[in-house]
């Protein structure tokens, strides 16, 4: 079993900055592929970004490229996702998961509200 614990949300007005963590316990995660995603009201949950917990491999939305930033600390077991150049319409849930290939995610943080004001 894998647990995750995110932190960090809140209230930012557009154009500023976040970052989520994502601290994992439980089994090793060192094959795992941590990833973020996010739902806003009403709309399907959409990805964000995706890492190997292990190598340098990062995939992003083409949404978030150039703004968001996915990084690891390994001493922590934790993952970070810096949010930069808010827009009013990524306010959403932010969720991290992990899993052994994407799509498929079997462990789920508690999610993480982001809101963006205009």
């Known amino acids: 079993q894998v647990q995750l614990v995110e932190s960090g949300g809140g209230l930012v007005q557009a154009g500023g900055s976040l970052r989520l963590s994502c601290a994992a316990s439980?089994?090793?995660?060192?094959?795992?592929?941590m990833a973020w995603f996010r739902q806003a009201p009403g709309k399907e949950r959409e990805f964000v970004a995706r890492?190997?917990?292990?190598?340098?491999?990062?995939v992003y939305a083409d949404s978030v490229k150039g703004r968001f930033t996915v990084s690891r600390d390994y001493a922590k077991n934790t993952v970070y996702l810096q949010m930069n150049s808010l827009k009013p319409e990524e306010t959403a849930v932010y969720y991290c998961?992990?899993?052994?290939?994407?799509?498929?995610?079997?462990?789920w943080g508690q999610g993480s509200q982001v809101t963006v004001s205009s």
């Open positions: 890492a190997y917990w292990s190598t340098t491999n990062i």
């Open positions: 998961a992990a899993g052994g290939a994407h799509p498929q995610y079997g462990y």
């Open positions: 439980g089994r090793s995660i060192g094959s795992y592929i």
